[in-house]
């Protein structure tokens, strides 16, 4: 259940992250990837490179490393409060 609840948590997240101001319904393979890769990763700058790497190859535009790792983190912090939540 806890995956669940994070895992749409963290599709919230990044439809409202909108990296390229398209509106949130043009990342639906871009979340996937990013929250299946969240499941097995805890570091956000690993993090932050998957997502920059999925979205610049989607899109073929280039996101600032930092913007990344800002995201990263957020994520991060709702895989963990995930976790804690019995």
């Known amino acids: 259940m806890e995956n669940i609840k994070m895992n749409q948590a963290a599709v ?7 990296p390229f101001h ?12 990013v ?17 920059q790497e999925t979205y610049e190859h989607s899109f073929e535009e280039w ?3 930092e913007a990344c790792v800002a995201i990263s983190y ?3 912090a709702i895989k963990f409060e ?3 939540i019995i």
């Open 12 to 18: 919230r997240l990044l439809e409202e992250w909108d």
């Open 22 to 33: 398209l509106g949130p319904d043009h990342y639906d393979t871009e979340t996937a990837d």
């Open 35 to 51: 929250v299946a890769t969240l499941q097995r990763i805890d570091d956000p700058s690993t993090l932050a490179k998957v997502i």
């Open 63 to 65: 996101i600032p490393f």
């Open 74 to 76: 957020k994520l991060i």
């Open 82 to 84: 995930a976790k804690c």
